[in-house]
């Protein structure tokens, strides 16, 4: 089937000057690193020079055929190579809508890139219905030149409903056909598979470079609950969950994509009995709460209002916001 391409990686459509989003790690030929090693490192998923550079001389030294000589003169090709600089870091770093202005506005401005925002809340607040509404407004074009983009969505709950698109694509005016074409969907069943797919997305998003804008996990622990049960296997959970967590962050910086990931709440025993206000936290601890670039919580409001909040950040206001789930998806509280 031909798809409708929202948006075009041809460098020759950068009109303005704009860097590729990323360096093949082919380019290190120039620096005297040959063809045979870079494929070892391809086949070990290091696909870029941020790859590299991401990577461990250890890590580098036990992939097969990478003697530890080798792996200094690749990272010494590396670190020349390397480009990236913070201005120029924050100058392709985007922010996606999530359909309601306030919301966006909560979040600095929507969903942004090379960071990892999360969404908590107890069942029905909404956490789904952002996911899916974020699958459609990736596909517009935004402010400050954001291009649009495809979307990845990984289900670990079996929630997804690619019909759910199609009055949210109306809303927006888009294609119905071309926004689902335009969404990856993949299925996880166990915490391992889900650490596995994530090898895919990887390398789809270097084959397909500069296409990628969003990487969806709804919902990040809800299997690593089911395969992790009881204190004692708490500590080789929470190994696993940092594994994945890191991936999730390079991944959106190597790619410049966002990563959305939703989380459920558990009531803390301990808290119940104090003086705290709110004695529900989100899972998955101090792993997850450092990982996550902003973090907010959701809660029910009147009707289909929804109220969202700013938790834990050091540097952003607390303050929230209140938005409504439609059929259009997301957008602003009715009253
Ligand atoms: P869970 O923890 O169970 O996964 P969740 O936070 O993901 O919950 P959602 O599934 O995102 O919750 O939200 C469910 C809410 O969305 C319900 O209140 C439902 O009424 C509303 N909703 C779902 N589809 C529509 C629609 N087409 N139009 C209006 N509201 C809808
Ligand atoms: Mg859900």
Redesign the pocket.
């Given at each position: 089937m031909q798809q409708q391409k929202v948006v075009d990686s041809n460098a020759e459509d950068f009109s303005d000057g704009e860097e590729a989003t990323f360096q093949d790690i082919d380019m290190l030929q120039d620096q005297g690193i040959n063809a045979a090693d870079l494929k070892k490192l391809k086949a070990a998923g290091i696909c870029t020079i941020k790859g590299v550079q991401m990577t461990t001389k250890k890590a580098l030294s036990n992939i097969k055929g990478i003697s530890e000589a080798k792996v200094e003169k690749i990272k010494e090709a590396a670190s020349k190579m390397a480009i990236v600089d913070e201005s120029m870091k924050r100058k392709q770093c985007f922010k996606i809508s999530t359909g309601s202005e306030d919301l966006d506005k909560l979040l600095g401005g929507g969903v942004e890139s090379m960071a990892i925002t999360e969404v908590f809340?107890?069942?029905?607040?909404?956490?789904?219905?952002?996911?899916h509404t974020l699958c459609v407004t990736t596909q517009m074009p935004g402010a400050m030149g954001y291009t649009g983009g495809k979307v990845v969505f990984i289900d670990t709950?079996n929630?997804f409903r690619p019909d759910?698109l199609r009055?949210i694509a109306d809303r927006f005016n888009l294609d119905q056909a071309a926004v689902l074409d335009n969404v990856l969907y993949a299925r996880a069943y166990t915490s391992e598979h889900q650490m596995e797919l994530l090898d895919h997305v990887a390398a789809k998003f270097h084959e397909e470079a500069g296409i990628f804008k969003l990487l969806i996990v709804?919902?990040i622990m809800a299997l690593f609950r089911v395969d992790f049960s009881g204190r004692g296997e708490l500590a080789d959970r929470q190994q696993k969950l940092a594994q994945m967590l890191s991936r999730l962050q390079k991944i959106s910086e190597e790619y410049n994509v966002a990563v959305f990931v939703?989380n459920?709440m558990t009531a803390d025993p301990g808290a119940a009995m104090s003086f705290q206000a709110d004695p529900k936290k989100p899972i998955g601890g101090h792993i997850l709460a450092h990982a996550s670039t902003t973090r907010i919580s959701?809660r029910k409001g009147r009707g289909?209002n929804r109220i969202a909040k700013i938790f834990d950040s050091p540097d952003m206001p607390e303050s929230e916001a209140t938005f409504s789930?439609?059929?259009g998806g997301i957008t602003d509280a009715k009253e």
């Open positions: 809340g107890e069942f029905r607040t909404g956490k789904t219905q952002i996911s709950e929630t759910r009055p709804d919902s939703t459920q959701l289909e789930i439609t059929n």
